[in-house]
């Protein structure tokens, strides 16, 4: 299962001249990035809301990491298609630029409940690199010195034809079938200091190697850690081999972009600006709390695609996501995913809950999903990872979380295909 793995920043300084910039980013090594930006902006005051911390794309969400595009209004991203000298292309940019699009900007939109528009800007031609594919040395882990070559060149090539003081999102894609293109290799290079080209920022790259046609929703997972979202696979130790699924499984699309569920967690669309307050529910850390949850995935018709959820009054302005704060730094999260949407080859429906850790760092386990049938798996046939396929809570099921004194009982469904739902905290070991 391929998976595209979180890449360290360049640390490069900050200089006025693009030219510079170039011979700068030859020379640079791979440094951690600062997550940490100059400014921060204020985003939620509610109770359950984790603060985010210093670990790489960080699931608290008080404050909005202002070093990335936040996804609250349109934005607009240019692809850049590469050619190398060692290959003719043998397929169009207009053909790779439908393997993405428009099935990148409709998740969105439907996530988003139409929020947030993602408009693509395919440049539309080839842009020939000076050196040889095979000279970059592409790959999964690929060194700092091959990587800042490759980007040099690539800013060098594309900064007299495009203007990148338009752009809020750069796609950098390079031509599948040369013979130095890893298709495993596609991420984002998040640079510590931004590079400055147009008048403009660039904090970050996406560079795309995928082969025709790509990965079911690769560009959207990418996307993703270009609005902080952390990576929620695990990366075995060994060389790759064994499950990358075990800690969200089908659930979220930056777990997988292969998912039946790809839908994101409620806790990432209230990090992002798509949920209202009044969407999000605290629950008591002890006693009884019933609530009423909306499938996370049914929203308002969209005004783009006319992709709605049930054809009910209101639908879309529910509770969508319930919280229990069991810790400074975690919470336990309730939320009901159906087939709706982002999820229409849902595996089972039900009331989902998984745990959400602030300190923990992208590709580390920030969010792992809880399963309330440990002893079953389902969908083994299409699922990333069926012991995890059937977690939800379903109708009449009580689930009690392990180590946490805290159950959560289905009680019954309304007309509209809500969930009634009952969660006790603080109940004794």
């Known amino acids: 299962?391929?998976?595209?793995?979180?890449?360290?920043?360049?640390?490069?300084?900050?200089?006025?001249?693009?030219?510079?910039?170039?011979?700068?980013?030859?020379?640079?090594?791979?440094?951690?990035?600062?997550?940490?930006?100059?400014?921060?902006?204020?985003?939620?005051?509610?109770?359950?809301?984790?603060?985010?911390?210093?670990?790489?794309?960080?699931?608290?969400?008080?404050?909005?990491?202002?070093?990335?595009?936040?996804?609250?209004?349109?934005?607009?991203?240019?692809?850049?298609?590469?050619?190398?000298?060692?290959?003719?292309?043998?397929?169009?940019?207009?053909?790779?630029?439908?393997?993405?699009?428009?099935?990148?900007?409709?998740?969105?939109?439907r996530a988003s409940y139409g929020r947030f528009t993602l408009h693509p800007h395919p440049l539309g031609r080839w842009i020939r690199m000076p050196r040889p594919s095979t000279s970059y040395a592409i790959q999964r882990d690929w060194s700092p010195r091959s990587?800042?070559?490759?980007?040099?060149?690539?800013?060098?090539?594309?900064?007299?034809q495009v203007d990148f003081s338009r752009y809020d999102i750069v796609y950098f894609v390079a031509d599948p079938d040369a013979p130095g293109v890893d298709s495993d290799a596609t991420k984002v290079v998040n640079l510590d200091t931004p590079l400055r080209a147009d008048g403009t920022d660039v904090r970050r790259i996406v560079t795309v190697f995928e082969k025709h046609p790509p990965d079911r929703l690769v560009l959207a997972h990418e996307t993703g850690h270009v609005f902080d979202l952390p990576d929620l696979y695990h990366r075995p130790p060994d060389d790759g081999k064994g499950d990358w699924d075990t800690y969200v499984g089908d659930w979220d699309l930056m777990g997988s972009?292969?998912?039946?569920?790809?839908?994101?967690?409620?806790?990432?669309?209230?990090?992002?600006?798509?949920?209202?307050?009044?969407?999000?529910?605290?629950?008591?850390?002890?006693?009884?709390?019933?609530?009423?949850?909306?499938?996370?995935?049914?929203?308002?018709?969209?005004?783009?695609?006319?992709?709605?959820?049930?054809?009910?009054?209101?639908?879309?302005?529910?509770?969508?996501?319930?919280?229990?704060?069991?810790?400074?730094?975690?919470?336990?999260?309730?939320?009901?995913?159906?087939?709706?949407?982002?999820?229409?080859?849902?595996?089972?429906?039900?009331?989902?809950?998984?745990?959400?850790?602030?300190?923990?760092?992208?590709?580390?386990?920030?969010?792992?999903?809880?399963?309330?049938?440990?002893?079953?798996?389902?969908?083994?046939?299409?699922s990333v990872y069926p012991p995890l396929a059937d977690a939800p809570v379903a109708l009449g099921e009580t689930f009690t979380i392990p180590d946490e004194g805290i159950r959560v009982q289905v009680e019954s469904r309304t007309a509209t295909g809500s969930w009634n739902v009952k969660i006790t905290a603080g109940l004794s070991a």
């Open 257 to 382: 972009q292969f998912g039946l569920s790809p839908d994101l967690f409620g806790w990432h669309k209230w990090k992002l600006g798509w949920l209202d307050p009044r969407q999000v529910v605290c629950v008591r850390e002890s006693g009884v709390t019933r609530l009423t949850l909306e499938p996370l995935e049914a929203g308002p018709p969209s005004p783009v695609t006319g992709a709605a959820g049930p054809p009910a009054i209101g639908i879309g302005q529910g509770v969508k996501l319930a919280v229990v704060r069991t810790g400074p730094d975690s919470v336990l999260a309730f939320e009901a995913r159906a087939p709706l949407g982002n999820d229409t080859s849902t595996c089972r429906s039900g009331i989902l809950v998984y745990r959400v850790k602030s300190t923990s760092q992208s590709g580390a386990g920030p969010v792992q999903v809880l399963d309330a049938h440990p002893r079953t798996e389902a969908c083994w046939e299409n």
């Open 1 to 109: 299962m391929l998976r595209p793995f979180p890449l360290r920043g360049c640390r490069v300084p900050r200089l006025r001249s693009t030219a510079a910039v170039f011979s700068t980013l030859s020379a640079v090594a791979a440094t951690s990035l600062v997550t940490g930006p100059s400014v921060a902006e204020p985003f939620s005051a509610v109770p359950c809301a984790l603060q985010r911390t210093t670990a790489h794309h960080s699931e608290g969400l008080d404050t909005w990491n202002a070093a990335y595009p936040r996804p609250a209004r349109a934005l607009n991203a240019v692809m850049i298609f590469l050619s190398f000298p060692d290959s003719a292309p043998r397929t169009k940019p207009a053909e790779l630029a439908a393997d993405h699009f428009p099935a990148t900007s409709r998740f969105f939109e």
């Open 147 to 160: 990587r800042a070559a490759y980007l040099r060149d690539a800013l060098a090539v594309a900064d007299p």
